[in-house]
């Protein structure tokens, strides 16, 4: 057993530098300087990734009776932004330092100084807390007190996919502001062509583009991003009931997955966009900058479907097969960015341990089946042809039964166990001298680092118990 659990404060640098260190997250285009806000996820952090797509899937799509899967093309005809209000309010508030012409957003820099501010504050509301607190303002660049005046800058990402006239932008198109669109887009696709019946949700995982003016935060606030939302379709005027399931339910997702019940936090928002009745984050407590929004829940009310119906003139109403009734459905989102929530797992999971003296081990303690690996096969020493060879053949053995099976000569075995300690790996699978003669093998469990001899002809039960036990 590890001597000591208890908990030195983790940095975000710590896990910035973990995520490198052992192949999660590269910063993106590192080789030519980095790109700000561009992050790609390594060997390591794509099955991280997909693992977590994996378990929000099967929470929705298979678990759940009244869910419907999409996935949405990126490009979509430049009108849904429109009708979706992207083109006019997706905004963040903008200044310019007259002298060094860096950009800030007004908002943030209030918020650090202590002046309570937010995007969705008016223009003219965030200039006058602008100018009332000028002397406290300076440049982050240069230290400059000369500002232009507050604007909103439009976070929609521009392409002129499709468009060969002129420069390539008299008719641009945009990267989604938001994946979700393709949900309201497709939902009479989905009522037409399955047994839909409402109340019902459609689920989807997909990308997002946003032209943050300050990326920050490792994977918390980048330019590129994947959501998984969901859109729930109810009656008009019955979304209470659904709303509070619905909000509980993700929470309580969270930490059946492994987050910390104590890291978690419901928040109402105070400010409202008009269209909504309600609207809540839960909140993750990040390192080093504490607790943030991990996910929304929204209550949407008829706003995305009747702006869809007003903008492109199909009627997205709902008719219900045993009354008759009419109606534009009610929309109950949710939504979380992957980023977000594969920053949160790491941190989540990533502990520092006292073993023996003075010793330390950072081990990520991921349920299994987030895990990148699931079981390391070693032999004790790779220069040994015969351990070599059986511990090949327990490995092909491994790999026919598990997903997540990998091979580790890497070192000597104590490197190794502090290497699959960090990237999360549950269980370290060992043939040494004594294998060859007894065909028994080590198995090594991360968290307790206990040691048990199993039988070769056992591998495969007694990991399924072990793994079943984490
Ligand atoms: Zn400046």
Not at 120 to 126: G, P, R, V
Not at 168 to 185: K, M, R, S, T
Not at 367 to 395: F, H
Request: aromatic share 12%.
């Amino acid at each position: 057993m590890p001597k000591s659990n208890e908990q030195p404060k983790v940095n975000m640098e710590d896990i910035v530098a973990l995520a490198k260190r052992r192949g999660f997250v590269y910063q993106g285009s590192e080789i030519y300087g980095g790109m700000a806000g561009m992050y790609d996820f390594g060997p390591y952090g794509v099955e991280l990734l997909n693992n977590l797509k994996k378990a929000w899937w099967k929470e929705h799509i298979y678990d759940r009776d009244d869910f419907y899967g999409l996935d949405s093309a990126i490009f979509k005809e430049p009108r849904v932004w429109d009708a979706s209000g992207h083109t006019t309010g997706f905004s963040d508030p903008l200044a310019e330092c007259k002298v060094c012409n860096t950009r800030i957003r007004v908002d943030k820099e209030l918020e650090r100084i202590g002046v309570t501010a937010d995007e969705k504050m008016s223009e003219t509301d965030l200039q006058r807390l602008f100018d009332e607190n000028k002397d406290k303002l300076k440049c982050p660049k240069c230290g400059a007190k000369d500002f232009s005046p507050v604007r909103a800058f439009n976070l929609l990402v521009k392409t002129n996919m499709g468009d060969f006239t002129g420069d390539g932008f008299d008719h641009p198109v945009y990267l989604p502001g938001e994946a979700c669109q393709g949900i309201y887009l497709n939902f009479k696709n989905v009522v037409d062509t399955t047994p839909a019946r409402i109340p019902f949700g459609i689920a989807q995982i997909g990308k997002a583009f946003r032209n943050e003016i300050s990326p920050r935060n490792f994977l918390f606030r980048t330019r590129e991003m994947e959501q998984a939302d969901t859109q729930y379709f109810v009656k008009p005027h019955e979304n209470k009931a659904a709303y509070d399931r619905i909000k509980q339910a993700r929470f309580d997702w969270y930490i059946k997955m492994g987050i910390k019940p104590e890291n978690l936090n419901f928040k109402q928002h105070e400010n409202l966009v008009f269209y909504a009745s309600d609207a809540w984050d839960i909140e993750y407590n990040f390192p080093s900058y504490g607790f943030d929004e991990l996910e929304g829940i929204h209550d949407r009310t008829d706003y995305d479907l009747s702006q869809h119906t007003k903008f492109s003139g199909v009627d997205l109403s709902y008719t219900e097969p045993t009354t008759g009734e009419k109606y534009i459905p009610w929309i109950l989102e949710t939504s979380v960015g992957m980023g977000r929530m594969f920053l949160a797992f790491l941190s989540d999971a990533y502990h520092v341990e006292t073993t023996s003296g003075d010793d330390t081990r950072v081990v990520l303690k991921l349920k299994p089946e987030l895990s990148p690996i699931k079981i390391a096969v070693s032999p004790l020493l790779r220069n040994k042809p015969e351990l070599v060879e059986l511990a090949t053949k327990v490995y092909r053995q491994l790999k026919t039964t598990f997903n997540g099976v990998a091979y580790d000569d890497n070192g000597n075995i104590g490197k190794r166990y502090r290497r699959q300690d960090e990237i999360g790996t549950p269980l370290c699978v060992v043939i040494d001298f004594d294998s060859l003669d007894n065909h028994e093998v080590t198995i090594r469990h991360r968290d307790t680092m206990e040691q048990t001899r199993v039988k070769i002809s056992d591998l495969d039960a007694t990991i399924t118990k072990q793994l079943a036990g984490f």
